[in-house]
């Protein structure tokens, strides 16, 4: 449990180092994004949770709440999405990470130095009979070498 804090602690302070977090209301509900540069992570928390960190490596992570209930932590929901570039496109592997009554997922990729990377998905949050659909694009960097 102390480790998903850190991590979950991490990506909070990081998220801001690689692009800043975004959010977008639907009806009721905040969806929270961000983008973190894989380098960003200690090698034992990445290797704790299975990414591979690189300079050309980075993770999108999102979670949702429902503002007009006044949830400060994210809920859990089901989400399918893609990623890609100019040249090749990827489904996005979510894994959901757990922390006390907190819920937010996580999804890595790679990336080319300077292009532009596109993000599109479908979710829905738990306890919603709608589903929202969501898209973004985010320009990315080539890390220096730790």
Not at 21 to 40: K, N, P
Not at 114 to 122: A, G, K
Request: glycine residues 6%; aromatic residues 16%.
């Amino acid at each position: 449990m102390k480790r998903l804090v850190l991590f979950a602690a991490y990506f909070v302070l990081m998220a801001g180092a690689a692009t800043a977090q975004q959010s977008e209301r639907f009806d009721q509900f905040e969806l929270h994004r961000s983008v973190v540069y894989t380098t960003f992570l200690t090698p034992e928390i990445a290797a704790e949770y299975g990414i591979a960190r690189g300079k050309y490596k980075a993770i999108l992570t999102l979670s949702v709440r429902d503002v007009d209930a006044g949830e400060t932590a994210g809920r859990p929901m089901t989400i399918t999405g893609e990623t890609w570039d100019l040249i090749r496109g990827d489904p996005l592997e979510f894994k959901e990470i757990r922390e006390g009554p907190a819920t937010y997922y996580i999804a890595d990729f790679e990336f080319i130095d300077r292009e532009w990377r596109f993000f599109e998905f479908d979710f829905l949050p738990e306890g919603s009979d709608k589903s929202y659909h969501y898209k973004f694009k985010t320009q990315l960097w080539k890390q220096m070498d730790d």
